[in-house]
């Protein structure tokens, strides 16, 4: 199996994340890529249309993306548990993936104004708007912290996608001083983000 890499991807480190939580990730080579809002890779697009990372190859020869794909197919290849059967608890954990990712796109829209917009163009009260997503899921998160229970002991694919969106806002926010207003997270991610898979790091 074959994904193509970024080393700042949070989508490409939810899906590493993952198949090292199932044991696969000896299993998977990493590609190189060149994914860029603006300059679009064609070596990508020749595979995803969309010319995004992550796009992942199976061993058959199939391509997947995105992110919520590529993790329930190797959660099902290793018969995992990260995905839990129909019912309420699968409801939670896909809505707390959803809650998760949700932070992780306002996130990359924020850091792409200043990153990737010019600065004539740049339009703050989008990024403030961005921003503020963040602070009202964080802020749901904080109100009912039963959402995180287990602790470090937990991993579904809810936890798995909040902990890679605070990992990518101490990335690239570290100035937002999330912890400071939402201890409840807080205290749940110096737990969680002891994880084995979440202290991981992944390079070409």
């Not at 939580?21 to 080579?29: P, T």
């Not at 990493?30 to 697009?45: E, G, K």
Request: charged share 20%; glycine share 10%; aromatic share 10%.
């Amino acid at each position: 199996m074959k994904i193509l890499f970024s080393p700042t991807s949070p989508y490409v480190r939810k899906c590493l994340v993952t198949g090292l939580e199932l044991g696969l990730n000896e299993r998977i080579a990493l590609l190189p890529s060149q994914a860029h809002p603006i300059q679009r890779d064609r070596a990508i697009i020749a595979h995803n249309p969309l010319g995004k990372v992550p796009t992942f190859f199976t061993d058959d020869g199939q391509v997947l993306y995105d992110s919520r794909v590529i993790c329930e197919y190797l959660n099902d290849l290793a018969g995992g548990g990260l995905f839990p059967a129909p019912g309420p608890a699968r409801w939670a954990a896909l809505t707390l993936q959803a809650l998760g990712d949700g932070m992780l796109d306002a996130a990359l829209l924020a850091r792409y104004e200043d990153a990737a917009r010019p600065e004539p163009l740049r339009w703050e009260d989008w990024k403030t708007a961005q921003l503020d997503k963040i602070e009202t899921a964080l802020a749901a998160l904080d109100a009912a912290p039963g959402q995180l229970t287990g602790g470090a002991g937990r991993a579904d694919i809810g936890s798995i996608a909040v902990g890679c969106a605070l990992w990518y806002l101490d990335l690239r926010f570290a100035d937002l001083g999330w912890r400071d207003r939402y201890r409840q997270v807080g205290a749940w991610y110096a737990g969680y983000g002891q994880r084995p898979a979440m202290q991981a790091r992944w390079s070409l």
